[in-house]
Each structure stands twice: as C-alpha cells, then as structure tokens.
C-alpha cells in the first residue's frame, strides 16, 4: 500500500523478471556500452583500409577484413553506433510524430481526427518497403532523407496505436470530470490522457523501435539505406555476402548482431507488456 | 415459498463439505472460499446471498467440479448422489455436466453462441449426452419453451441470439438448463442484468418451472428480497466464509449474526425530511427539452424543476433518457430542442458556453467510481483540483481546503490525502468522487447512479453521506438511479421517465404510496419486497405483468 | 443480407477509393519531391538540349493533372511506358517476373498457412504448457530475425555445407513446375520461416481471446467434450480473425519477398523494383510500386469482405 519509490520498483521487477527479459535487459545494455564506446573499443578507424580485401583471421585482424580491406571488428563496432543509433533515432522522431498527433485527435476529435485518421488510413494501405523505396528513389539517399521518410511511415502506426489506447481513455468519467471543470485541451492531453497510456506507449516504442530497425537493416542490406563508406550491418552483409558461398560465415556476424539485439529488445517488451497486463486488473 | 419442512430423510443430492478454493493472483494465492459446507435435497432450493467477493459464484461453480482459469479446489469434498466430484476425470465431470447438474449463467447475452440458432443450443446437451434423438429432444424443448410462456416456441427457436431481448434470452437459458432433465440446476444472478418490469416475468417463469419440475437448485444472488422468493433456504456468505444458514422465513424473521441483521438494515434507511422546501425559487429549470444521439431521440419535452435544497430523483429503467437527462444538464450533450434556466439566469447547453462560476455551481458524481478518478493522480490532486481552479488556492491553503473535505465526508485526511486511486476500496473511492464535487461548494449536485456499482452496506453509507453533506452545504441533488428503493430513500421529489418522456412526477411520499400513472403502478409493484410471499401476491393482484414474452415479429 | 451487401459495397467503394489515392501518391508523389527529375535521372552531363528532348517524350512539359490522366489512362489499359533505364517496354520487363514473383509467394504461403494455424491453434489450446513457452520463445525470435539472416543460415546451410538446394534461383519460363518448385525452394522456406512465426503469434493470440470468451464456459458447463467445443463452438466464430491474420500474413508476403528476391539473385518483380530504385528509372519505381500496393490492398480487401461474410451477427441479421 505505501507508495514505492520508482528506483525500488524497478529493482524488484527486474529481479523477478524471467530468464529470457533479465538476458535481454542485459544485452540492451551491452549494445548500448559498445556503441559509445566504440572509438575506444574498435582497433582501428571506422573507414580505414588496413589490409589486403578479404584477409583471413588473424591476430591482426581478428575477424578479417572486408571487400576493400577494411578491419571487419571495427566496422562491426561502430556499426554498433551507426545502425543502432540512426534506428533510435528514427524511433523517436517517428514516435514523437505519432503519439502527438494520435493524443491530439483524441482529445479534439470530431472532423479533425477524422481527416487524419482518413489521412493515416491511406498512407498506411501502402506497404512500409514500397512507400520508402518510392520516396527514397527521388530524395536519394542521404540519412535526413532516411530518417524522416522511414519516421513518417512508421509514425502513421504509432498513431493508429496512441489514438486507440487514448480513446479507450477518452471515454472514461475522469475526462468528463474535467471537461465539466472547463479544463483546456493541454490540460487534459498532459495531465489525463498522457499519464494513463505511457505504458502501452512504451511497449510499443520497444517493438517499433525493432521494426525500424530491422527495416533500416533491410534498406541498407539492398543498398538503400546507410551509404558506405559508413560502417553498417545491414550494408557490411551486402558488401561480404559473396563469402558465404565459400563457406565462410563472417559476413553473418552484422546480421548476427542485428538479430539478437532485435530479439533482446523484444524479450523486453514481451516481458513488459505481460507485466503490465497482469498489473491491470 | 413453501413452508421450510425440509425433507430431512431424503438422501443428499448434493454434499459438499469444507471446501477451500484459491485464486492465484499477481501478488501471489490467495483463498477465495474457505471452508464452506452446504447440503441440498432434491426438489429444494438453497439460496447464496453475499455481497462482491463473498465467494458465491465460486462456489456454485464448484458444485459441478468446475473451477475458473486461475482459480483451484485444494481441499474438501463435493459429492453428488454420494458420489465424489474431485478427482473426477475431465471426461467424467463433463458427462455429468449438463445432465446431472446445469448452470444458468448472469449474462445470457454472453453465454449463448452467436453462431448457432438457438433450438441447437438448447437441445445440444440432451442430444449428447442423454442420446435421445433430435426429436425427441427438440419436442421436449418446445415443452419447455411453452411452459416459460413462449407462445410460438418454434419461432422463437429458429432465431440467433442477438435476435432476441435479454429477458427473453435468460428464460431461454433456463430452458437449456432444464432440457436435459438435470437433478439440480444452479442460477447465478439470473435476473442482475435486467429491468426490474423485466425481471418479475423471469422470476415469475424460473419459479414456475422448477417447482413444477420438482428440481432442486441453488439460486445465487446479491439481492435479499429476490432470494426470498425463490428459496427454500439462505445461506449468507462473507469473505469467502458462512456467515450463517437458515430457513428462508427465519433468517427474514429472525437472522442471527450482525453482519445479516446489517444487510437487513439495509433497506430501512429513510431521510429525515427537513420540511423547508417549496417556498424558494428553484436552483434549476428544465423547459420543453429533447435531445439524442445522431438522429436518434432519446428524451422528448422534459419539463422539470430542481428546488433549493431538495433531492429530485430521476428514475426510470434502461432506455428511459434519465442519463441523457443527466448529460444535458451537465452540458456534456448538447439538446436539440429546449431551455435551460439556473439560478434564474439562462444557461448555455453548451458546457463551452458556461462561465466559471456556473461550471463551479453544477457538479456531477459519475456511476462507476473506478473510472472517474484519473488512476495516475493522488487523492490530493484529484480533489485539490477544482479548489486552484475554482478559488485560485495553492500549496498549504490548497491542501487545507481539501483537508476539510475529506474530513467532512469522513476519510481522514493525513491516511488518503497522498493515496492513488487504486489504494481505495470501492466506497472510498465514491466518497473521493463526492468531495471533488462538493469541495467548491457547488449549488447543485448531480449524481448518475452513484450506488449502484456498490455493495449494499457501502451503497447505504454514500447515501447518509449525500443527505448529510446536502444540509450541511445547503445544496441540492439531482439523483439519477433505476433503483426505486435507493430513490425512495434519498429523494424528496420523484421525476418518472419512460421512453425519454416524463410520465409522473411528484413528492416521493405521495409517488410512492398513490400512484397515478399505470407504468409508475407498474415500475413499483416490481420492485421486490422483503417477504417471501411477495412474488406470490404481485403475481396474483398484477395481471399486465409481462410473463409472456412477446417477442417483436421479424 | 441487405446490411451484409450494404457493408461489402462499401469496403469494395472504399478500396477502389484507396486505390485511386494510392495511384495520385504514387505519381504526385515522385514528380512532387524536391529536384528535376529530369536533371536527377540524366544527371549533370545532360545538355540543355537532351533535357528538353527528354522532358517533352516524358510529357515533362505538360501540366502535372495531364501527365496523371495521360499515366492513369495508360497503366489502366496495361500500357505501363517505357523504362527510362533500359530503354525498353515496361510490359516486357515485369511480364514473366510479376508471374514469378506471386509463384513464390504463393509456394511460400501454401507451405505457411496450414502449418501457422496448425501450431497456433495448439499453441492456444496448451497454453502455458511446456510446448506453449517454446514456441514463443522460438517464434520470438524468428520475428526477430532480419530476413536476410535467415535466407544466408539457409544458404550457408543447405547450399554451401550441405548442397542440397541451389543458393541461387535462375528460372526459365520453360521450366517444368517440378524443377521451379526445387529451384525455389531455399527462398520460399526463408519466407515461410519469417511468415509462419508472425502467423503463429496472431493466430495463438486470436484463438485464446475467444476460448476466454462466456460462451466456451457456458459449453463446458453444458458438458459439452473438448473436440466438440473447438470444432462446434470456437471455429465458427474463429473464422473472421483467422481470415484477418491469413490476409494480413499473405500481403506481408508479397512485399517480403523483395528482400528475399534480391538475396536469391530471383527473378521477380521485387528485384526489378530495387533495381529501379537504384538506377532512378521513375517510371519504372511508379508501375512496381503501384502492382505492390494494389496486391496489398486488395488481400486486405478481401480479408474484409471473407470476415463480413463470417460475421454470424451480420450474416443473419435482426
């Protein structure tokens, strides 16, 4: 019954957190450390050629090196930084797109909730892949172009959910009680509306930050997305796949640490949202 | 019902004897029923009357073996016909489902498959397990159908679910129980979910048809009065324990325990009239007002006035317009046709249009108090509120005001000023939702059925808290409620609506003790009494009490 | 039936609706962006002369509602221009490749759909049980897998340790089915894999809402046994979620198989549209983009329509 303090809360969920959340949380981190510490991490420089194309494990190179002779550690390194960076980015942009705009229509709603939901409705009746690939075909593919072509798309899913969640909120007595108090539209969206749908916010940020990542990933992997000669794990597959018909598997490595930073980030959210469910009752 | 000699040398067809059952829970197991015993013969019935979580549908579901996801039987011993239950096979309890002991479930609407016409669902128990043909079966359902005054059972078969009214389809669930000759049938708040005009026939019908059967059954409920007509016996519940047991007209007469006599006690609380009304200019004024949703009206040309200090009751049952009353006058929805006048001045419709001070003036109490409290908000904010809006308090001032509150409406202030929603019982959470509202010192109050989420003894504390705080503050209430009983406790005036129309209004006493429209002569002689002949006698002097179902033609 | 005809004709309204808006964006949307697309695809050598020759046969002169009208009637008369690229008939270049790409899509999907139902269905029957938490915590992962992972484990797998399929799809149009379906089988196991584990997820989620549902407690109550209450009271209410995770699994699908296209060297029509992407030849980008999102909204189109007509309250309405 006594109030918890967030930081005691957090302690003892974790702790009694399953295998597969406690792995995932760790993980997060780990990627996170790397990723800002990847200068002092990598051996060499992010764009370095520093041997032979294709060179073999070695003492030097303890992963080889790539299609021109790049370190193939270090650009698995800063990829770290690069691909998981620009993916949070565009998470968050996309995110702050879509949850604004879905609280708003919430809370104003009549006609204007229900041009933008028309809106929301055409942009998503386009596949994710073909509205970015159409997009980027003219923008080119400069990272502002990325990052906003891929927030915009993703925002019109943040907004489908902010907008359900929200008016599942909207129709509780509450907001009643302070509309017949003459409260103004920020009131209600910051102090009612927001409060009540951060978690279900924040589930669904784990899981689009996941889709955006794995898209950006697949962008880049078709030679779309990051441009080299920035170190990425979608483009360093591209680059290094040839090796794999020689049996090979380094060029796996980047996709490797995609697919478990993707797997620890939903174990998260897995975790998350049965906890939070369960809590609701 | 019938005079309680019980049939003390038939064998038991039901024992079940101290058992336990857990939920398991997010903060670990927890008992739900704790060592409940009960017993039934065949042709009686056992009434299960408590208040929410008194374990009583728990219970009457663990007299078929049958326990709720998360919930388990960990000890004690369910025999039927001297057979035991637990420890029974999947395969064995479901053959003795629906055919040995059935279940009548609260919300018909829900429990009937949208997918198949009813006759199927009707009949399906007895076609597999008692293997008699679909003939057999179907001509023993229409039996059924007609002695619970289906006039055309066959028609009535044919349709879906959703094509059917709520009484009509409860009725049909007790001839699915019925169908498949079961020993026992248990009925878990049969009757909760409709109108009382509504809930006479059903109650009328389900009578009617077990005595006549001769089947025993256990008849769940939350509501004394009903539980008296129907049986033979009454078993109170609390927290998952027995409270007591006794023949129905000795536990009306003569209840043992204190917490039975404080159920009892219930229905005795009157307010005390005051006497000064009448002579002022009302608070309020309604004139020639309709409103609805879309091109759908839902109320018509209400005409009504709210005196200073004085309670006005707006009763009616599901469908009347008294909440669509309640919304205009809040300004939530906006009337199409009309006049509003408060304290003499015209009032906007729109809550848009309203000025601070009229927004101050009107307040409202919602129905369901675990929805009008913002979760993610303290008490102290929930109530401090309006008071920094309102009268520009903050900090200390702020916190005193709402101080002085909570202790007027009895919480003290140093235990819940710092609680979260969630940290309060159900009544608390009323009693917060009504110091929000009075904490401005409003002049006019209304209140959307405001008990009727709430367990009978917390119902009755909010009421005693409305009045008191009524003259203490010298306002007045518009009390929304479809509960005659609640109305005739709190109300000075009564305002009766039937299909968005107002069709009697009038002082309470003089409402309730003449009435002069047939629906208001109607709507009361419904509402059931503390006497376990009352369904006998209502029956006998009311002739246009709908026992038939006249179901719309398609 | 009347509420069941009024609803299908209008989602069947609102799609072509869609779709017209979706052709606008696919063109307004290109000739709108930033930049002469003119300059952009002959790039910095072009004189002024070439450009303006180039504007005039792309109809770069004209008003833009012309050159939509003039696109629209075209690509509706199957007329889809030229490539700007290669310089030849878009209707040849994607003829053979759209049949490929929807071969494979629908290998893929006749391998996914039964075995996603199959083992979301048990998944939800046994929940919580052991097999339940594996399958999760398996189907997690997948999901979790970007596609081109899973395709070069496949590869490095089923290619090049163990040669049993080719790494790379070449395909002929004279190819008998037997030998297309072998050719095809290491792409449409990479996207069965990735399918089947969103599917799974959907239909297990889907199948437990309802068996939570009053009116399965009411048949267990009934005594009604287990087979007969999945078969007789869940399925047919099942029907319309089910169809809506198939729909929605089946148009992923088709826009999956863009990566996986590209990964297997396979002829398709998604290989041709990321080349086209890269090579800038806007014509081209504009009649791919348009057959994908049209497959899309039509499978959910239909997804909508099947899930109506299951509707067991619209079907047999008051």
């Known amino acids: ?281 | 019902m019938t005079d309680p000699a019980p049939q003390t040398e038939a064998p038991l067809l039901l024992d079940i004897r101290d058992l336990w059952i857990e939920a398991v829970g997010e903060d670990g197991v927890k008992p739900i029923v704790k060592g409940i015993s009960l017993h039934l013969r065949p042709g009686e019935v056992l009434g299960l009357i408590g208040e929410s979580g008194a374990g009583k549908s728990t219970l009457g579901l663990a007299a078929m073996g049958y326990a709720r996801p998360g919930c388990r039987i960990t000890r004690g011993s369910i025999r039927f016909k001297g057979q035991e239950l637990l420890g029974l096979t999947e395969t064995q309890l479901t053959a003795l489902r629906g055919r040995c002991i059935a279940y009548v479930a609260q919300s018909a609407a829900a429990a009937f498959n949208p997918a198949h016409r009813l006759i199927d669902q009707i009949t399906e128990t007895a076609i597999r397990s008692s293997r008699i043909s679909r003939d057999q079966a179907e001509s023993r359902a229409r039996d059924l159908l007609r002695r619970m005054h289906f006039n055309d059972p066959d028609a009535i078969g044919r349709r879906y679910p959703h094509q059917v009214s709520g009484g009509q389809l409860q009725r049909l669930m007790t001839a699915m129980a019925m169908v498949a000759d079961p020993d026992i049938i248990i009925f878990d708040e049969p009757t909760t979910a409709l109108d009382v005009t509504t809930q006479i026939g059903v109650l009328a019908s389900i009578r009617e048809v077990i005595r006549d059967l001769g089947k025993a059954a256990i008849y769940i409920t939350h509501d004394l009065a009903l539980v008296a007509q129907m049986a033979d016996r009454i078993k109170v519940l609390r927290y998952g324990s027995e409270v007591e047991e006794a023949p129905t007209r000795v536990m009306l007469s003569d209840p043992r325990e204190d917490y039975t006599r404080s159920l009892w006690a219930v229905r005795r609380f009157r307010k005390t009239n005051d006497g000064a009304l009448k002579a002022e200019a009302p608070v309020l004024e309604i004139r020639q007002m309709s409103a609805g949703y879309g091109n759908r009206t839902v109320i018509q040309d209400i005409d009504l006035a709210v005196g200073a200090r004085e309670t006005l009751a707006i009763v009616g049952e599901s469908g009347s317009g008294k909440s669509t009353t309640a919304q205009v006058i809040c300004g939530l929805l906006a009337p199409s046709n009309g006049a509003l006048e408060f304290q003499g001045a015209p009032l906007s419709p729109d809550r848009k249009g309203r000025s601070r001070q009229q927004l101050r003036d009107i307040q409202m109490v919602f129905q369901m108090p675990d929805t009008a409290l913002n979760p993610r908000q303290r008490v102290r904010d929930i109530v401090g509120r309006p008071v920094e809006l309102f009268l520009g308090l903050r900090g200390k001032q702020k916190d005193d005001r709402v101080g002085d509150i909570l202790s007027m409406i009895g919480m003290e202030p140093g235990k819940f000023i710092d609680r979260f929603p969630h940290e309060l019982s159900g009544g608390q959470k009323q009693r917060i939702a009504i110091a929000r509202a009075l904490v401005c010192e409003p002049k006019l109050v209304i209140c959307d059925e405001v008990t009727s989420s709430l367990d009978q003894l917390v119902a009755e504390e909010i009421l005693m808290l409305l009045d008191r705080t009524r003259k203490a503050l010298g306002l007045s209430y518009v009390f929304v409620s479809h509960d005659l009983e609640t109305v005739r406790a709190i109300a000075d005036r009564v305002v009766v609506m039937s299909n968005g129309r107002i069709v009697e209004q009038g002082a309470t006493d003089s409402i309730f003790a003449s009435p002069e429209n047939e629906y208001t002569r109607l709507l009361l002689a419904s509402v059931p009494e503390m006497n376990a002949d009352w369904l006998t006698r209502r029956l006998s002097e009311f002739t246009e009490i709908d026992v038939g179902p006249n179901f719309p033609p398609i | ?318």
């Open chain 3, 1 to 318: 039936m009347l509420t069941i005809l009024r609803l299908i004709l209008q989602r069947l309204i609102l799609g072509a609706a869609t779709l017209a808006v979706i052709s606008l964006i696919v063109f307004f949307g290109i000739e709108l962006l930033p930049g002469d697309p003119a300059a952009a695809i002959l790039g910095k050598s072009a004189t002024a002369e070439t450009l303006a020759a180039f504007r005039h046969e792309m109809h770069l002169d004209l008003p833009a509602w012309q050159r939509y009208a003039i696109w629209a009637s075209d690509v509706l008369h199957g007329d889809f221009g030229r490539s700007i690229a290669t310089g030849r008939s878009i209707d040849t270049l994607i003829g053979g490749r759209l049949a490929n790409t929807f071969f494979l899509a629908a290998y893929a999907a006749l391998i996914a759909v039964p075995l996603a139902l199959g083992l979301g269905v048990l998944a939800a029957l046994h929940r919580n049980s052991v097999f339940d938490r594996v399958v999760n915590l398996i189907t997690l992962t997948a999901i979790s897998f970007p596609e081109f992972f899973v395709a070069y484990i496949l590869v490095y797998l089923l290619a090049v340790s163990v040669n049993l399929f080719p790494g790379i799809t070449s395909l002929s149009p004279d190819l008998p089915l037997w030998d297309r379906l072998f050719r095809s089988t290491l792409p449409a196991l990479t996207l069965t894999l990735v399918v089947v584990a969103h599917m799974m997820r959907m239909t297990r989620a889907a199948i437990i809402s309802l068996m939570s549902s009053p009116y399965i407690e009411m048949a267990r109550l009934k005594g009604i046994g287990k087979v007969r209450i999945v078969l007789r009271h869940a399925l047919p209410n099942a029907l319309a979620p089910i169809i809506n995770v198939v729909a929605l699994n089946l148009a992923y699908l088709v826009v999956g198989v863009v990566v996986v296209e590209v990964v297997f060297a396979y002829p398709g029509l998604g290989q041709l549209l990321v080349d086209a992407v890269s090579t800038r030849d806007v014509p081209l980008v504009q009649v791919c983009s348009l057959i994908f999102a049209a497959t899309y909204i039509l499978l959910n189109l239909t997804a909508d329509i099947l899930s109506i007509m299951s509707n067991p309250r619209l079907l047999h309405s008051r």
């Open chain 1, 1 to 281: 019954m006594r109030p918890m303090t967030t930081a005691r809360l957090a302690i003892r969920s974790f702790s009694r957190a399953p295998m597969s959340a406690r792995m995932g949380l760790m993980l997060v981190f780990t990627y996170a450390l790397v990723a800002v510490l990847a200068p002092v991490l990598a051996p060499y420089g992010e764009t370095e050629i520093v041997g032979a194309e294709y060179a073999p494990l070695s003492s030097n190179f303890p992963l080889g090196t790539d299609n021109i002779g790049r370190d193939m550690l270090t650009r698995l390194i800063y990829g770290a930084r690069n691909s998981v960076g620009i993916a949070l980015l565009t998470s968050c942009l996309s995110f702050l797109l879509g949850s604004i705009a879905g609280l708003l229509a919430v809370a104003v709603g009549g006609r204007f909730e229900m041009i933008l939901s028309r809106v929301v409705d055409v942009l998503m009746a386009v596949p994710a892949l073909i509205a970015a690939l159409m997009v980027l075909t003219i923008s080119g593919t400069s990272v502002v172009a990325l990052v906003v072509t891929i927030a915009v798309i993703d925002a019109t899913r943040v907004y489908r959910l902010a907008r359900s969640v929200g008016a599942n909120v909207m129709v509780l007595d509450f907001i009643r009680a302070a509309e017949l108090r003459g409260e103004g539209l920020r009131w209600i969206i910051i102090r009612e509306l927001l409060p009540n749908i951060v978690q279900p916010l924040a589930a669904e940020f784990g899981m689009r930050f996941s889709f955006v990542f794995l898209f950006i990933s697949s962008l880049s992997f078709l030679g779309l997305g990051l441009q080299p000669p920035t170190a990425d794990w979608g483009s360093m597959v591209r680059e290094n796949a040839i090796l794999i018909s020689f049996g090979n598997i380094t060029p796996l490595l980047p996709a490797l640490a995609i697919a478990v930073l993707t797997v620890a980030v939903n174990f998260c959210v897995d975790w998350f949202v049965q906890h939070s469910s369960g809590l609701k009752d």
